[in-house]
T-cell receptor, first 115, second 115 residues
Framework: DTEVTQTPKHLVMGMTNKKSLKCEQH?????MYWYKQKAKKPPELMFV???????INESVPSRFSPECPNSSLLNLHLHALQPEDSALYLC??????????????FGPGTRLLVL | AQTVTQSQPEMSVQEAETVTLSCTYD???????LFWYKQPPSRQMILVIR??????QNATENRFSVNFQKAAKSFSLKISDSQLGDAAMYFC????????????FGSGTRLLVRP
């Protein structure tokens, strides 16, 4: 089973709202990722968690706040977003974050619209 | 810096025919991984095929196969007996220690399948 689930599927929020995206995997993977994808572009890496610790932050604005409560769950807390933050947010997981645990499996994404 | 280049923004194939999508990459590493991901309109990124650089044998997965030319840094995807469900955006990607374990994506190739 290579399933990564994400909720919600769609989200509309105002610039003053606070919302959270959720990602879950039950494959025993120890690395989890958040990507942002704009239309017709490849995904852009935002954050990497390895063994529940933040290992990579790609200089993402602080209005995006990741959280990894346990090895199966990954959240992305959103606050005071801008309209340009509207995008598809993809979660992925892999066995680890080293070169020999490299295959990433993606969830279906959350389509976010900021008004 | 590592780069992945997909020079074909869009390709079209007749149903049941064969199509080849091109990908080239730049690296100084000898140990790395290459992937093809498919992203249909449903937006989920689906792993199609992967290739370990140390393996000389080209990877195959049912109707999907790759032509991996390590010296030329080329990694093309061949889709045989194309089906309507193959219509999607295809991303070539690279992963290794010199990419800081991040997936480096190409710009994507949109594949259209004509019935």
């Amino acid at each position: 089973d290579t399933e990564v689930t994400q909720t919600p599927k769609h989200l509309v929020m105002g610039m003053t709202n606070k919302k959270s995206l959720k990602c879950e995997q039950h494959m025993g993977h120890r690395a989890m990722y958040w990507y942002k994808q704009k239309a017709k572009k490849p995904p852009e890496l935002m954050f990497v968690y390895s063994y529940e610790k933040l290992s990579i932050n790609e200089s993402v604005p602080s209005r995006f706040s990741p959280e990894c409560p346990n090895s199966s769950l990954l959240n992305l807390h959103l606050h005071a977003l801008q309209p340009e933050d509207s995008a598809l947010y993809l979660c992925a997981s892999s066995q680890g974050a080293g070169v020999y645990q490299e295959t990433q499996y993606f969830g279906p994404g959350t389509r976010l619209l900021v008004l | 810096a590592q780069t992945v280049t997909q020079s074909q923004p869009e390709m079209s194939v007749q149903e049941a025919e064969t199509v080849t999508l091109s990908c080239t990459y730049d690296t100084s590493e000898s140990d790395y991984y290459l992937f093809w991901y498919k992203q249909p309109p449903s937006r989920q990124m689906i792993l199609v095929i992967r290739q370990e650089a140390y393996k000389q044998q080209n990877a195959t997965e049912n109707r999907f196969s790759v032509n991996f030319q390590k010296a030329a840094k080329s990694f093309s995807l061949k889709i045989s007996d194309s089906q309507l469900g193959d219509a999607a955006m295809y991303f070539c990607s690279y992963y290794s220690m010199d990419s800081s374990y991040k997936l480096i994506f190409g710009s994507g190739t949109r594949l259209l399948v004509r019935p």
